[in-house]
């Protein structure tokens, strides 16, 4: 049996841009925060320590760089809901790896991939899939710099 981790970006934004060494740095949380509330019952239980729950062994395929953002604490959170669904949320800053062909800019196009994969798991046993309708949501009032658009 497959199992299937449903991944969504929320408030990614881009650093910069560097074509000299094709890189893209982003920053993001990974994860999906949705759920429903219900009057006089528990919506979810909220944990900050990860390992008390199974997490799939993901990783950034086309990653150059990569931090956790932990100044106070680590900005990470677990959701158990009741129906056991588990939502592991957590904020990152990446420099992805993203082959560029400049010949052609302005008037050309670009695109840059986020690739998520398991380190140890099989396909057989574990896939990532964008979790529609949504699944990468960028900050409103993003900005590319050099001269570069965003195109959805």
Known sequence: MTMEVLVKTRNMYVNKMNESNSGLFVGTS??????????????????????????PDTFFRNEKDGKFHNIIQPNLYVRVYPN???????????????????ELFPLDTQTCHLKVASYGWTTKDLVYSWKPPDPVQFVANLFLPGGFELAR
């Open 30 to 55: 990974i994860g999906n925060n949705e759920g429903t509330q219900k009057k006089g019952k528990i919506k979810y239980l909220t944990m900050t320590e990860r390992s008390k729950v199974w997490m």
């Open 84 to 102: 056991g669904d588990v939502l592991y949320s957590i904020r990152v800053s990446l420099t992805l790896s993203c082959p560029m062909d400049l």
